[in-house]
């Protein structure tokens, strides 16, 4: 049996392998800050699906982003930050972690957890203005069809 993921993980790093590491948490912070709101724009979708698995971690058997915790809510962060300023809500699943002390990835999964707790005030009020315009919406639907039933009759 061939088995591509996961691979072994490096324990010796060159500076090559620092320089790439910033280069990635370059190269994250950049998609997400600059890329996902335009995505976001492009797309606009009515629900976004955030898997937000945390093999990304500096210390994940998998990992090669070699984030940190606070890298980690950083992204989730920057994810929900997007979403609420473009007014996409969010489904999220965590994901990943490839560790054998499970702890570990657990701390990693509920930093996505405290990330919405911070988020949530902000996602609820606009749904509740989504929530609103609809409901408007079908108001003004509802007068459109009388009038346009008054006419008929």
Not at 55 to 65: E, M, P, S
């Amino acid at each position: 049996m061939t088995v591509l993921y996961p691979s072994a993980k490096r324990q010796n790093y060159s500076l090559d392998d620092v320089l790439l590491t910033v280069h990635k948490l370059w190269w994250l912070s950049q998609v997400l800050q600059d890329t996902l709101p335009k995505l976001l724009q492009q797309a606009r979708p009515e629900l976004v699906l955030y898997n937000a698995g945390v093999d990304v971690h500096k210390d994940d058997a998998l990992g090669k982003l070699a984030l940190t915790n606070d890298g980690i809510a950083a992204r989730d962060r920057l994810v929900f930050a997007a979403c609420t300023e473009y007014g996409a809500p969010v489904a999220c699943a965590i994901g990943g972690g490839y560790q054998k002390d499970h702890q570990h990835i657990v701390e990693r999964h509920v930093l996505l957890h405290r990330a919405a707790a911070e988020f949530m005030p902000a996602f609820a009020a606009m749904m509740d203005t989504k929530r609103a315009a609809a409901a408007a919406r079908a108001a003004q639907r509802r007068r459109q069809h009388a009038s346009v039933q008054a006419v008929v009759s």
